[in-house]
């Protein structure tokens, strides 16, 4: 850098300079929110509200009011946990379809260390969250290591947790769920944390907490730190990042075990609410966790999306999944609904993203 | 830059060799990369350009012969220790991530952060600040720092990434065929950014299939063909005609015209185009 300080610029640069501002100076502030990852699904969350919020058939408007707000915020938010872990891993350019499955395996560990070996519930919990850190360890390591797509390698895992939860759970309950005694020790202040509600006549669970603070935690790793810069350069172009010392398998790696370790806090959170958790909890989820990433503007080849956008993808979810309800639709229409919101959300968002590009040429 | 001042060259290899196995990379290869000047390394596919730049940049260790970096003997133990040294590579490919913003990639792998341990963040308003600085000094006025590299043209994309290397302290910037991908125009912006990076008194190495585009930029030229030392000549000494007659034989001189007609159109590489249609007029005695 010392060489670069005393060289005037030499004369060509100014009028190569003058088109470049020219160019620029058309970027209007609308062209700059379309740019926005998250813009596409906040329209769309709008709009679901409002179709909802018209449909609704209960006495009172019960999807406007504060308790219907609950409803969603509570089908929302684990949703919203994952989808965000999700989104950063699909910004740094991979799958992972174990994270569904993951829930269940958590809550049926935890279960299991507090039932089996009367494991104290925190000690329980971090038996938890250290074994889908490793998980997530595996499954990064095979991922960076094999050169396979993150795809195959995570179906495996899925199939293989898919398994062990039920195999496991029926060999040692002779059941297909683990029950969890709310007298267990330390299970008070764990279900405090993890399972209760909080604002007292609506009881909007702590879960919704969890997804704010995630959300801000990640929107503030993905922008404003440096490993969010590697998050971005992986899922981007992992050889150029390669090429300026950014350690891609060691970004990746760690993308997976904050996927693994959020679908470890979801199931805990779900052990602890429900006082148990069944064998076949999360089969399935993977697919609403990849949908609201999507829709909130992650690219499926990886270098873009955001956290909120994410987050907001979940609300939809949410919103479609009790406006349903209160509509009184058959349920079997939700499925429906979130495959064509998962169409139009894809198309508007790489149309308004490649309209947003071209206006800059 | 002031060492290569008193003649002593930024970068020098001696009768280098390099081999794999029974396969001969390079043998016996010579050349001087001095200050404020450009070197091209010319020659066809499987000439050995890889291989030279891959000793250079510390990927290989050479197997016999000598490198010096300001005189001073050296053996690379890997790319880190090349780029600690001053050698910075720009490739054509893989020199920036096309879906990030121009500061996030100027800075990528080496970011400025505020605050300590968990708590440390990104020097964004520093970032964006030095970016501008650094690629003004390119002749780039960034008005919008968070504008996607991908919205860049190809040759403003090599510029990001040679204005990068400069400011991470390269003395050697190793160019690997940034032109081969572009178009004429966009060839000419970034032939542009190699004079500017010479002017600046960076050594540039210039690598490249195309000797109209090494001839109006280069101060010298190292021809190399199947591994060894085709000639090494200062641009006194050759021509481009020479150069195009050395790499293809001479036919493709009526193709270069065609181009020069082309290049001639766009003013900003006119200039160059009246250059290069000056040394094709001279009447030339090529050295063999």
């Not at chain 1, 179709?51 to 409803?71: R, W």
């Not at chain 1, 349920?331 to 894809?346: E, K, P, R």
């Not at chain 2, 150069?243 to 900003?268: N, Y």
Request: proline letters at 4%; aromatic letters at 8%; charged letters at 15%.
């Amino acid at each position: 850098m010392s060489v670069a300080s005393t060289k005037p610029v030499p004369s060509p640069a100014p009028r190569q300079a003058g088109a470049g501002d020219e160019r620029l100076a058309t970027v209007s502030i609308v062209v700059r929110l379309l740019q926005r990852p998250e813009l596409g699904a906040l329209i769309g969350a709008v709009a679901v509200y409002l179709l909802f919020a018209t449909v609704d058939v209960t006495p009172g408007h019960k999807f406007t009011s504060i308790a219907g707000m609950q409803n969603s915020t509570d089908a929302a938010s684990t949703y919203g946990i994952m989808a965000v872990a999700v989104a950063l891993l699909m910004i740094g350019g991979e799958f992972d379809l174990s994270a569904g499955v993951m829930t269940g395996t958590s809550g049926l560990l935890l279960g299991m260390m507090i039932t089996k070996y009367q494991l104290n519930v925190w000690a329980g919990i971090l038996v938890v969250l250290v074994f889908a850190g490793l998980i997530g360890a595996i499954n990064g390591f095979l991922v960076v290591r094999t050169k396979l797509p993150s795809f195959i390698i995570t179906l495996a895992t899925f199939f293989v947790l898919r398994g062990v939860n039920v195999g496991v759970t029926l060999f040692l309950t002779n059941n297909v769920r683990f029950d969890i005694s709310d007298q267990a020790p330390g299970f008070a202040g764990a279900h405090a944390i993890f399972g209760s509600t909080f604002l007292a006549p609506y009881n909007f669970q702590d879960a919704l907490l969890w997804w704010i603070a995630i959300t801000v935690i990640a929107t503030w790793v993905l922008t404003q730190t440096t490993f969010g810069n590697w998050i971005y350069a992986v899922g981007g172009d992992a050889n150029a990042a390669r090429a300026v010392g950014v350690p891609v398998a060691r970004t990746k790696i760690i993308l997976f075990m904050t996927t693994a370790m959020s679908a470890a806090l979801v199931g805990i959170m779900v052990a602890l609410r429900y006082k148990g958790i069944q064998a076949g909890q999360g089969v399935g989820q993977e697919f609403f966790y990849i949908i609201a990433a999507v829709v909130g503007g992650c690219l499926l080849t990886g270098g873009y999306g955001s956290a909120i956008g994410a987050s907001i993808g979940a609300l939809i979810i949410g919103f479609a999944q009790i406006g349903i309800i209160f509509a009184n639709w058959d349920s079997n229409w939700y499925y429906t609904f979130l495959g064509v919101i998962l169409f139009l959300a894809v198309g508007v968002n790489t149309l308004v993203r490649r309209r947003a590009a071209s206006a800059r040429r | 830059m002031t060492d290569s001042a008193n003649g002593v060259p930024l970068l020098e290899v001696r009768h280098v060799s390099k081999y794999f196995g029974s396969v001969i990379a390079l043998k016996d290869i010579s050349m001087q990369v001095r200050a404020g000047e450009v070197t091209c390394v010319l020659g066809d596919n499987g000439a050995g350009k890889s291989s030279l730049i891959k000793i250079l940049s510390g990927v290989h260790p050479h197997d016999e012969g000598e490198f010096l970096i300001e005189g001073k003997p050296v053996n690379f133990g890997g790319p880190r220790e090349a780029r600690a040294a001053g050698i910075s590579v720009v490739f054509q490919d893989l020199a920036t991530v096309p879906l990030m913003s121009i500061w996030r990639n100027f800075f990528l792998g080496s970011e400025p952060t505020i605050g300590f341990g968990p708590a440390s963040m990104l020097d964004t308003r520093f970032a964006k600040r030095v970016m501008r600085e650094e690629m003004h000094k390119m002749g780039i006025d960034v008005r919008d720092p968070n504008q996607t590299v991908g919205t860049l043209s190809g040759g403003e994309r090599q510029a990001v990434a040679i204005a990068r290397a400069v400011y991470f302290g390269a003395k050697v910037l190793i160019l690997d065929e940034p032109t081969s991908a572009l178009g004429v125009r966009q060839s000419g912006i970034v032939l542009k950014y190699v004079i500017q990076a010479r002017e600046r008194g960076l050594g540039v190495i210039f690598i490249t299939h195309n000797p109209h585009h090494a001839y109006p930029v280069g101060d010298r030229f190292v021809l190399l063909n199947r591994g060894r030392l085709m000639g090494s000549y200062a641009k006194n000494e050759t021509s481009l005609a020479a150069l195009t007659q050395m790499m293809a034989g001479g036919e493709e001189l009526e193709r270069l015209s065609r181009e020069l007609e082309k290049m001639a159109t766009d003013p900003e590489t006119a200039q160059l185009a009246h250059e290069m249609a000056d040394e094709v007029k001279r009447p030339e005695h090529p050295d063999r």
